[in-house]
């Protein structure tokens, strides 16, 4: 098993209200020097967000939204005190309601 850790918000807030792009991109050249390999994903409308473990953070998340995915939960921790106002969790995978978790609802 491999577990995913989360950030999540809506995408108004996530992809126009804060500077993600930079901070992805900035995250990106870092690992490439390093030589690491990139572990973690934007998704747009998360499909994991619908398994019944999921269902508080579903109430939460009134608008369409948008997570990032990681493997590794620091980079997840940086997330939530960079940007405050998202949701942070994790889950297995691959789990009963969730085989893919970078699987989108478009």
Known sequence: ??????????????????????VLRERINHYKQMEKVIDFWLVINPSFIHSPDMADLKRQIIKPSAAILSCNPKFIKWLKLRFGFILTGCFEVP?????NPLESDY
């Open 95 to 99: 789990s009963a309601y969730i085989s």
């Open 1 to 22: 098993m491999t577990t995913y850790y989360f950030a999540i918000a809506s995408q108004d807030f996530l992809l126009y209200e804060e500077p993600l792009e930079e």
